[in-house]
């Protein structure tokens, strides 16, 4: 048998996530458990959205949680590139390759006849996907669209009759009909691969030999093994993943609870613990005949002891509760206080953060006591708030809702975090409700420190980052009532008429 390789492959789009946290750490354990290669790699073809800042994140979130890979942008190894925006020669050539075999081909259609299209099926409740028009297109009026520079995509052929039989290491055999499959895109216009093209040249190129991925990922199976008959190449073992689930059972999701990798390091949880957590997303460690399965272990353990087959597929529960479970028994049980000084002390008192507080608090205070009263919610979890603190002479409760609703979309979406960029935001924000700054500012004091006397505000959210700032306007939204499906479809309405720049 060949050398086992796994990989993951995130997309710098945004903040790293637990679900690739997730998936890491199972394609992590499988390929050490035995012998192989654990790679990353970055999946950047998404240009409008992607950022080094973003991969940064990822490579610096994973290596907290100790998740370590043997290839990777940052190493190097035998099948690199490993950032897919420097693999493009690779894909055209591919993609010709298919067009060449008569596997895909040219589509010249327009975005309004597509949309058309769409609409006729729904009308006619019919399954969504391009109806093959320009599969009938002659070699000659293929050429010529070319050579008049018509805009196209290329696609890749799909039967309309029968069924694709996807073989699942976990699952079994799943059946999925080809009038359910569309005729993907291959190459966008700008010339640039789509995510399904990208990842089967890339896993293949890469020697995968195990794709572990969530299970939303089930549907597109039928595409990559049609590719790999396509190319003539033998396709990887496919292990489809449990996605993790809010407590209430659906997807999760960052409305129901934090998703950043950030916002755990930030709000003080141990790494050991996050890790620990996410290898019992759907896995337990194997029990001794009279006891049950340790839920406490390393990631060491997990390796040790690790066995696909163990996983259950039925949805595991991200419980933040569990987490906060686990994480004190690492604290009480594994940290000596030694230990427990030295780690608390890299968490509050790292020189990134004091060097940025210090400046704000150091003209405030007369004596060190009064330190801690005064930058305490740096350092502190949900602020303690109820509704009565937003109450305000101008500014009804609906108008703080709102207020911190619209923040929290907007530093979503900030490309860049720092004072001067965010004090633009508030204050173009305020300006355009037609609310006074000070007025405007008055619930995010509440949101963020939990009182309407602290250090600048626009200042403390710039230090205590993205994470801990969208968790707790997220927490004041709550305790303001929240905001119902209704209520959110008209505040979506009103934010989009801002211009934020």
Request: hydrophobic share 35%; charged share 30%; proline share 5%.
């Amino acid at each position: 048998m060949s050398e086992v390789r796994t990989r993951i492959a995130p997309s710098p789009t945004g903040d790293p996530h637990v679900g690739t946290a997730y998936i890491a750490l199972f394609n992590m354990c499988f390929a050490r458990q035995q012998g192989g290669k654990f790679i990353l790699r970055i999946e950047d073809t998404d240009q409008a959205r992607s950022t080094p800042e973003s991969e940064q994140e990822i490579l610096d979130s994973l290596r907290w949680l100790h998740l370590d890979w043997d290839e990777g942008p940052d190493k190097g190894g035998d099948f690199g590139p490993y950032r897919q925006s420097e693999r493009g020669e690779i894909y055209k050539e591919h993609a010709n390759k298919l067009v060449d075999s008569g596997d895909a081909f040219y589509c010249f259609c327009t975005q309004e006849r597509l949309d058309n299209l769409r609409k006729e099926q729904q009308e006619n409740k019919e399954q969504p996907g391009y109806d093959g028009h320009c599969q009938a297109l002659t070699p000659e009026q293929v050429k010529d669209n070319l050579d008049r520079n018509v805009p196209n995509v290329i696609r890749m052929h799909i039967p309309r009759r029968g069924s694709c039989v996807v073989n699942d290491m976990l699952r079994g055999e799943i059946e999925i009909d080809w009038h359910q499959v569309d005729m993907q895109i291959l190459m966008k216009s700008d010339g640039m691969p789509t995510y399904h093209l990208a990842n089967v040249v890339d896993d293949h190129l890469m020697g995968i030999t195990h794709v572990i991925r969530g299970e939303e990922w089930i549907n597109s199976a039928p595409k990559h093994l049609k590719l790999y008959e396509y190319f003539g190449w033998e396709p990887p073992v496919l292990i489809h993943m449990p996605l993790l689930r809010n407590t209430d059972k659906s997807k999760l999701s960052k409305r129901k609870n934090p998703t950043s990798i950030g916002y755990y390091k930030k709000m003080g949880y141990l790494s050991e613990a996050v890790v620990n957590f996410l290898g019992l997303m759907g896995w337990s460690m194997p029990s001794g005949p009279d006891e049950e399965g340790e839920e406490l272990f390393s990631v060491q353990d997990m390796i040790d002891n690790f066995d696909i087959q163990r996983v259950s597929l039925g949805g595991p529960v991200f419980d933040t509760e569990k987490l906060d479970w686990l994480n004190g028994r690492y604290l009480r049980e594994v940290l000596s206080d030694e230990e427990f000084i030295q780690r608390f002390g890299e968490w509050a008192f790292n020189p990134e953060t004091t060097h940025q507080i210090v400046p704000l608090i150091k003209q405030r205070v007369e004596r060190f006591s009064d330190v801690a009263p005064l930058a305490g919610f740096y350092f502190s979890g949900m602020p303690d708030i109820k509704t009565t603190d937003f109450e305000h002479k101008s500014l009804s409760q609906e108008d703080s809702v709102k207020i911190l609703q619209f923040i929290a979309w907007a530093v979503e979406i900030l490309p860049e975090w720092h004072r001067d960029r965010l004090e633009k935001l508030l204050m173009d924000m305020a300006d355009q409700m037609d609310i006074k700054i000070r007025d405007f500012l008055s619930p995010v004091f509440i949101a963020i420190a939990g009182s309407s006397v602290s250090t600048s505000v626009i200042d403390s959210i710039a230090v205590i980052g993205k994470d801990i700032t969208r968790a707790r306007l997220r927490h004041a939204i709550g305790i303001l009532g929240g905001v119902s499906k209704k209520g959110a479809k008209k505040l979506e309405s009103e934010y989009r008429e801002l211009d934020l720049k």
